[in-house]
T-cell receptor
């Protein structure tokens, strides 16, 4: 792979179900991010990780959790999905946390019914 | 609070020039990014400004005035493929990106 990938591309999920969105990068970037993008709103940061083994909360973290066991992977978990989590989710990475040219994955379109 | 303002939508003609403005009020400033996002795709990097002035890169230029909390993206010789949303994002004092809602640019023949 080259760059940053996300899986699945899209998903329809029943409310209350647990879901993990996957994100993998092969650029050896230290920092990774999860955003959601909703119509009429800017990208909103959910969680971030400045380096493997550390994570932090962004602007809208409630209902989401992340882990960063290694440099390459940064999964996002919805423990019990709700309809308001219907959105397009983008994973991104940057070489360093303070050098913020971010590279984005192709996105996951999630619908919670 | 932190705020990034951009026009919601703009229309321009193929071959013309368009300027997309961005004003910001953030807790600290460590740079400003412009990204392009085609419909259904991921954002891609266009430019980065941290000092006042104009940065030129081919048909695209970006300007920053830190004292005015203002930036613009200038697109010259517009092509149909420039139809996209343009996102302004400011790096705040915590080195987090604060994103504007984006400007949808429609190019007409």
């Amino acid at each position: 792979i080259a760059g940053i990938t996300q899986a699945p591309t899209s998903q329809i999920l029943a409310a209350g179900r647990r879901m993990t969105l996957r994100c993998t990068q092969d650029m050896r970037h230290n920092a990774m991010y999860w955003y959601r993008q909703d119509l009429g709103l800017g990208l909103r940061l959910i969680h971030y990780s400045n380096t493997a083994g550390t994570t932090g909360k962004g602007e809208v973290p409630d209902g989401y959790s992340v882990s960063r066991a290694n440099t390459d992977d940064f999964p996002l978990t919805l423990a019990s999905a709700v309809p308001s989590q219907t959105s397009v989710y983008f994973c991104a990475s940057s070489l360093l946390a303070d050098r913020n040219e971010q590279f984005f994955g192709p996105g996951t379109r999630l619908t919670v019914l | 609070g932190q705020n990034i303002d951009q026009p919601t939508e703009m229309t321009a003609t193929e071959g013309a020039i368009v300027q997309i403005n961005c004003t910001y009020q953030t807790s600290g400033f460590n740079g400003l990014f412009w990204y392009q996002q085609h419909a259904g795709e991921a954002p891609t990097f266009l430019s980065y400004n941290v000092l006042d002035g104009l940065e030129e890169k081919g048909r695209f230029s970006s300007f920053l005035s830190r004292s005015k909390g203002y930036s613009y993206l200038l697109l010259k010789e517009l092509q149909m493929k420039d139809s996209a949303s343009y996102l302004c994002a400011v790096v705040d004092s915590n080195y987090q990106l604060i994103w504007g809602a984006g400007t949808k640019l429609i190019i007409k023949p």
